[in-house]
């Protein structure tokens, strides 16, 4: 069992958490996936209605493979949760369900993001009615980017400007994969929001007063490493004189990100994935298969429970793993106020921590 | 890599007596270094039907004669080759292979030496010595880059700039090859030494060539070689993998007949066409379907249904040749033309088949350029789900059919691949190596070409669009 660290008193309030079992992606993910929104209270009262809008986690080039895998046992989010998501939603009466990513270096349709990850796009089109896509990683089609304010404001920025579908949504989904980060120490569903962040304003190639409408970068010397400003048309940089350190900075943007940008649902593949970091590029990952499922109605108690799944205390301060050498996401959100971290106060629905725990490290 | 004779196993015992040699055109080659007679059992059921040879016995020549099998004696440079090349033909070999860089008129006295044997003179040069255009049915190089996708030293595939990992291909080269006449096109290359070479890089080695319309002269590591001669079960499972890939492209040998689908056209010195991982292969490495003009074959006809060229080096055309490419933009085409004086290797030198740094930084400026224009167009299709692949696409009867080629050079199948062709078409069919001969549903793209998706691709597949 996880000795988690408890929470300070008077931190934010928790949000039940359902945990289940899943060990392959041939098993029926649609019905694992309505038991646990029916743990959670049921999916009618969330979508009923509503633009739906969903965050995917597909973290850096398709082509760039894990052993020439298909990136969705991989590093992605896989499409079989995606379209099982998308049917039961429909099922539920969701009007609209937006899929959007900040597709690698591009500015094109997400669509063809998704062709090129191998997943099937007339089939995702068909899983529910009124299913649509949105690149993120520019303007889009969107006439304006959104401005979200950090309420009380922010750790790096005051405010971030992002395309107009996480605006134009009733309920925002954060589907992410269970895994390590480089940078961040774990991947989870607050820290695929940190895709959430436009090329054309925070790439690398951005434009220096206006945005790049034509991203071909990623984020590192803007917002890992902080060595170039995002484009003036956003809001600027609190302190330009705080940490470059790129494990510094990720992990406040993220809280940042959440704080903003609540999260309404989020749902974590945990069936298949990666530890030791987030993608292929990262040296000594290794494919493993935890066999789990989370959704929850809390970003910050979800990823708790998630990284308690992974065999790491959610708490736990920066020089312990998974955070050993940078800022725990979690507790930065917790300080926000965004949800709590603390174990003791998250009621896990289904499969209890225990009985899922896949260490990710020995 | 001499094999010991009791250790043959036969794969398959029925071989016809006295079969027919075919045209050189039609040699499906191979390097041999069994002389053993039995060691031919292993090519039953395989399509090879022609070995090169370093020595051979009288026993071996005849029984491959009366197999179908062609044998050629391989010459190298450093003696004079008259003299061996007349003893090979003696021995009943049907002809000979200079395999080097001879001096200049050597290999045009042997074919005179021979002329009335009916013996064939294959030549092997340096890329830079190929007699392009020339009147022998096949042209050859030993030279080439072992196909496959680049690793870095700590076991991750190379990342390209496209974020796609970058995959080592002689197909640029047999592009432009191809585009100087109709010859058949042999690459010599060996298998990297020192290296564990899996099936499915053999597999590729082979697809590389015969997508492109060439043939890679079988070469088999000396463990291979000796598995097989042993009858080793996994050496055995291999080398029927190669064979399956090998008839799947003899098969369909109309394919090597076939124009190119795409619609940029690539004008291009020849002596920059002839290097590996250049301008050709970084748009191939995008899937962006394309034919290949050496600038001295620039003609209107090359040009036919084109709707975009890349004039790589202008200084090289003739006033005639420039004028063909100003007409083609006067009728609607794009025409981009790389900045003055930008020039790629000048003068192409024997030993090198890739572009070196400095030319890769200078060739970024016009990459950048190309990709600008293409950008997200159809140029004659479209494919996704394909990074570890490389693509070729071709039609016949002026685009009533279109056949495209996949090879994947990873070492997994690759599943859910999808291809957006340009243009209408009613059927589809999915033919691979396997056996597999499956219709395939087709649909309409949002640009209103037609569409298809491939469950999985293995070594290598076709589509085949009526």
């Given at each position: 069992m996880i000795k988690a660290a408890p929470g300070p008193e008077g931190t934010p309030a928790a949000a039940p958490v359902a945990l289940a079992k899943c060990t392959s992606y041939d098993e029926d993910v649609t019905a694992r996936l309505a038991a646990m929104f029916g743990q959670l209270g049921g999916l009618d009262r969330i979508v009923r209605g509503k633009t739906v809008t969903i965050k995917l986690n597909m973290t850096g080039s398709p082509g760039l493979r894990v052993d020439g895998r298909p990136p969705g046992v991989t590093h992605y989010v896989h499409p079989k949760l995606v379209g099982a998501t998308a049917h039961l939603?429909?099922?539920?009466?969701?009007?609209?369900?937006?899929?959007?990513?900040?597709?690698?270096?591009?500015?094109?349709?997400?669509?063809?993001?998704?062709?090129?990850?191998?997943?099937?796009?007339?089939?995702?089109?068909?899983?529910?009615?009124?299913?649509?896509?949105?690149?993120?990683?520019?303007?889009?089609?969107?006439?304006?980017?959104?401005?979200?304010?950090?309420?009380?404001?922010?750790?790096?920025?005051?405010?971030?400007?992002?395309?107009?579908?996480?605006?134009?949504?009733?309920?925002?989904?954060?589907?992410?994969?269970?895994?390590?980060?480089?940078?961040?120490?774990?991947?989870?569903?607050?820290?695929?929001?940190?895709?959430?962040?436009?090329?054309?304003?925070?790439?690398?190639?951005?434009?220096v007063d206006a945005p790049n409408e034509n991203p071909t970068s990623g984020r590192l010397a803007t917002m890992h490493e902080g060595r170039r400003q995002p484009s003036k048309s956003a809001p600027a940089e609190l302190d330009p004189s705080s940490s470059r350190e790129p494990e510094y900075r990720v992990p406040h943007i993220v809280a940042d990100l959440v704080k903003s940008r609540p999260i309404d649902l989020q749902i974590i593949d945990g069936i298949e994935s990666i530890a030791g970091g987030e993608g292929p590029w990262i040296k000594g990952i290794r494919r493993v298969q935890p066999g789990v499922l989370l959704a929850g109605l809390?970003?910050?108690?979800?990823?708790?429970?998630?990284?308690?799944?992974?065999?790491?205390?959610?708490?736990?301060?920066?020089?312990?793993?998974?955070?050993?050498?940078?800022?725990?996401?979690?507790?930065?959100?917790?300080?926000?106020?965004?949800?709590?971290?603390?174990?003791?106060k998250i009621d896990v629905r289904g499969v209890p921590i225990a009985g899922a725990m896949f260490r990710y490290e020995s | 890599m001499m094999l010991r004779t009791a250790a043959w196993v036969a794969i398959l015992s029925a071989t016809p007596l006295l079969a027919v040699i075919a045209p050189p055109s039609g040699w499906v080659p191979a390097r041999w270094d069994g002389t053993d007679a039995k060691s031919l059992d292993i090519l039953a059921g395989t399509p090879i039907n022609c070995l090169l040879v370093t020595s051979y016995a009288p026993e071996f020549v005849s029984s491959a004669t009366a197999r179908g099998i062609a044998t050629l004696a391989v010459l190298k440079p450093g003696a004079d080759p008259a003299d061996p090349a007349r003893k090979a033909i003696r021995a009943g070999l049907q002809g000979v292979v200079m395999e080097g860089d001879f001096a200049t008129g050597t290999a045009a006295r042997v074919r005179d030496m021979l002329a009335g044997e009916h013996a064939t003179v294959v030549e092997l040069t340096s890329r830079a010595r190929m007699p392009l255009g020339g009147p022998d049915p096949i042209v050859g190089t030993y030279q080439g880059v072992w196909p496959g996708i680049q690793v870095l030293d700590n076991g991750a595939a190379k990342a390209a700039p496209s974020g796609s990992p970058w995959i080592d291909t002689n197909t640029g080269f047999i592009r432009s090859v191809?585009?100087?006449?109709?010859?058949?096109?042999?690459?010599?290359?060996?298998?990297?030494?020192?290296?564990?070479?899996?099936?499915?890089?053999y597999e590729a080695a082979i697809a590389d060539a015969e997508m492109a319309g060439a043939?890679?002269?079988?070469?088999?590591?000396?463990?291979?070689?000796?598995?097989?001669?042993?009858?080793?079960?996994?050496?055995?499972?291999?080398?029927?993998?190669?064979?399956?890939?090998l008839q799947f492209f003899e098969s369909h040998s109309e394919w090597r007949g076939l124009r190119s689908y795409g619609k940029l056209a690539v004008v291009q010195d020849h002596e920059d066409a002839l290097l590996s991982g250049g301008i050709l292969d970084m748009i191939a490495a995008k899937h962006t379907p394309m034919r290949a003009i050496p600038g001295q074959r620039l003609t209107p006809d090359a040009l036919q249904g084109a709707t975009m060229a890349v004039d790589v080096d202008a200084a090289s055309l003739t006033p005639e040749q420039r004028e063909m490419l100003k007409n083609f933009a006067r009728a609607g085409g794009t025409v981009l033309t790389a900045p003055p004086g930008w020039k790629g290797q000048s003068v192409l030198q024997p030993g090198q088949i890739t572009l070196d740094t400095a030319e890769l930084d200078r060739l970024n400026d016009?990459?950048?350029?190309?990709?600008?224009?293409?950008?997200?167009?159809?140029?004659?299709?479209?494919?996704?789900?394909?990074?570890?692949?490389?693509?070729?696409?071709?039609?016949?009867?002026n685009g009533k059919q279109v056949v495209v080629e996949l090879v994947n050079y990873s070492a997994y199948p690759i599943e859910n691949v999808s291809v957006q062709v340009l243009g209408t078409f009613k059927h589809a069919q999915l033919i691979t190596p396997e056996g597999v001969q499956k219709d395939l549903e087709v649909y309409v793209t949002d640009e209103g070409g037609t569409g298809v998706d491939i469950d999985r691709v293995s070594a290598c597949a076709t589509v085949r669009l009526d």
């Open positions: 939603m429909g099922q539920a009466g969701a009007r609209r369900i937006r899929f959007v990513e900040s597709a690698w270096a591009t500015s094109g349709p997400l669509e063809e993001y998704l062709l090129d990850s191998g997943w099937n796009v007339r089939q995702l089109l068909a899983a529910a009615p009124g299913v649509e896509f949105e690149n993120t990683n520019a303007l889009g089609k969107g006439k304006q980017y959104a401005r979200f304010k950090v309420p009380g404001g922010g750790y790096l920025f005051p405010a971030y400007d992002l395309n107009h579908s996480y605006e134009d949504t009733d309920v925002f989904v954060s589907m992410a994969k269970l895994k390590n980060h480089a940078t961040c120490g774990v991947t989870l569903s607050m820290k695929n929001c940190f895709g959430m962040l436009p090329a054309s304003i925070y790439g690398d190639d951005a434009g809390n970003p910050v108690s979800t990823d708790a429970v998630a990284a308690a799944v992974m065999g790491y205390d959610p708490r736990a301060a920066r020089g312990t793993a998974p955070f050993r050498t940078c800022e725990n996401t979690l507790l930065l959100a917790e300080r926000h106020g965004v949800g709590s971290a603390d174990l003791r | 191809r585009a100087w006449g109709p010859a058949s096109v042999w690459l010599g290359y060996l298998p990297p030494a020192h290296s564990v070479v899996t099936g499915e890089r043939r890679w002269i079988v070469a088999l590591d000396d463990d291979f070689f000796g598995r097989l001669g042993r009858g080793d079960a996994a050496a055995l499972k291999t080398w029927r993998g190669m064979a399956q890939v016009i990459w950048h350029d190309v990709q600008t224009m293409t950008g997200r167009k159809n140029l004659g299709a479209r494919l996704f789900n394909v990074s570890s692949m490389l693509s070729n696409v071709l039609t016949a009867d």
